[in-house]
């Protein structure tokens, strides 16, 4: 009988625990990701270049590269200096917009890219997605996954906390982003991955259930493999359907509206999530992601990360011009303005001040 099955894209060694670091050089000894020891190395000026010193005893063969933020232009600049390197792979090592930054030079010179992000900001440390600063504003690029990915929970622990609230809120989102998909399902005909939705759903649901926080090793545990495995789950879907719904579409037009103000994106993506899930009434569930959120010191309320409620009110009315053509709750209801001020009132009765 044929063996009917199919590949999902995703890396060859994924390394969470605390003290992965120490043994990042055995990763890259891997056959499979460098036969030679040549390895492009991008770092940060900030956590990536304070680890520069511990880690390049155990890599003689590598070049660093120091990217001074998360712009096209980095990203393309970055892949201007690695061209004539002869290089087996490059080592992102820092925040969220050095991976992205090394996540697009690596496809613009055909390198695989091994991932070392030092916080857990969002799900981007191991999606097939680079976001990244243009003139426009900020665009997304399609890149491949990371050939491996590496967390120091020691390191992770490091970073601002802020950050570390960030992936909670972005991974919670998972949530309602798959509500979101299954709405587009049952009115617009839009097919589903099952096997996408599963992995994006679960990973929130475990966050969201854990009663652990951040500074447990096992909630950064579980934190971390529900980053990676919403990376892996776009993958699968191939595209950003799993982990981006109506609370997204939320969080780009607070970055659109207001760039200067902008709070972090799983700040945005976790209070989207909560009020997208209330919209579309389920709202027991709406409460209880919002208690967590709140458990975890994560924004609910837009006056806690610093905007009126008339501004969130034009945040929601905008929020569904920022994904033309993806259908959530947003879309669904064609909400007006008078609308969402009465259901955000109801809504901030519902999850209490």
């Known amino acids: 009988m044929p063996v009917l099955t199919r590949l999902i894209p995703s890396p060859v060694v994924v390394d969470i625990r605390a003290g992965a670091l120490d043994d990042l050089g055995c990763v890259l000894a891997d056959e499979r990701i460098s036969h030679s020891g040549k390895l492009a190395v991008a770092v940060s000026g900030g956590s ?77 440390l191991c999606s097939p997605v680079a976001t990244l600063d243009n003139d426009a504003g900020r665009g997304s690029y ?6 491996a990915v590496v967390i120091d929970l020691d390191v992770v622990r490091q970073a601002p906390v802020r950050f570390v609230r960030a992936g909670i809120g972005d991974a919670v989102s998972n949530i309602s982003a798959i509500r979101d998909w299954e709405l587009a399902h049952a009115v617009k005909g839009e097919k589903i991955d099952g096997l996408a939705a599963a992995m994006a759903r679960q990973a929130g649901e475990a966050v969201l259930r854990h009663p652990g926080g951040i500074t447990d090793n096992d909630f950064l545990q579980v934190l971390a493999e529900a980053l990676v495995l919403s990376g ?21 037009a607070f970055d659109l509206l207001y760039p200067e103000r902008a709070a972090a994106h799983g700040e945005q993506c976790g209070l989207g999530a909560a009020f997208a899930m209330y919209l579309r009434g389920a709202h027991e569930e709406s409460a209880y992601m919002a208690a967590v959120l709140r458990r975890h010191g994560l924004p609910v309320l837009p006056q806690e990360i610093g905007f009126t409620p008339e501004e969130f009110v034009r945040v929601v009315e905008y929020a569904p011009r920022t994904r033309p053509g993806r259908y959530t709750i947003l879309e669904h209801l064609d909400l007006n303005t008078d609308q969402i001020k009465d259901i955000y009132a109801d809504y901030v009765k519902a999850i209490g001040s």
Do not use: Q, Y
């Open 232 to 252: 892996i789950a776009m993958s699968v879907s191939g595209d950003s359907r799993p982990s981006s719904g109506a609370c997204h579409e939320i969080n780009h």
């Open 48 to 124: 990536g270049a304070r680890l520069r010193e511990r880690i390049a005893p155990s890599l003689p063969g590598a070049t660093w590269f120091e990217v001074g933020g998360g712009t096209l232009d980095d990203a393309v600049r970055l892949a201007g200096e690695m061209k004539a390197g002869h290089f087996d792979a490059l080592v992102g090592l820092g925040g969220g917009k050095i991976i992205d930054c090394a996540k697009f030079a690596a496809a613009r010179v055909g390198l695989p890219l091994v991932a070392v992000p030092t916080n857990l900001a969002h799900d981007g």
């Open 142 to 147: 399609g890149v491949p996954n990371p050939i």
